[in-house]
């Protein structure tokens, strides 16, 4: 089975959902480009995807079983997408709303706000 990272699964790749919030940004005038501004399934695309992303690069395990993603996903992106420091910067607040979308799932969670660090479940508890 293909990863949904690459595309497979009937998940969009990640550089055209990407692409697809810049433009609907400019469309809208946004300079911060956050989830709301997004339709749903553009949103839980990049959601299944990064969750997909952190279990594919699970560094560890934390002492209570959660999986460790030490790969931050914000360079993930940037290359994936070709995105430039400023087209990161538009999309930096969706990134955080998307992964606030896993913790509500019981998916991932952030130990500190400003950490890179993922931790991840495959499924939720």
């Known amino acids: 089975m293909m990863s949904p990272c690459k595309g497979g699964g009937g998940v969009q ?10 433009r609907e ?8 480009i956050r989830s709301q501004h997004l339709p749903d399934d553009v949103v839980a695309d990049l959601a299944k ?3 997909q992303y952190a279990l594919e690069h699970v560094a560890g395990e934390s002492s209570d079983g959660w999986l460790v993603c ?10 994936a997408a070709g995105l430039t420091e400023d087209e990161f910067r538009r999309l930096y607040k969706l990134l ?6 896993l913790t509500e799932q019981g998916l991932a ?11 991840v479940r495959h499924d939720a508890a």
């Open 13 to 22: 790749p990640v550089a055209d959902l990407l692409r697809r919030a810049l």
């Open 25 to 32: 940004g400019d469309e809208q005038g946004l300079t911060q």
């Open 49 to 51: 995807q990064i969750h």
């Open 70 to 79: 030490r790969d931050g996903i914000g360079p993930w992106w940037c290359e």
């Open 96 to 101: 955080t709303d998307v992964v606030k979308r």
């Open 109 to 119: 969670c952030r130990r500190h706000p400003q950490s890179t660090l993922l931790y």
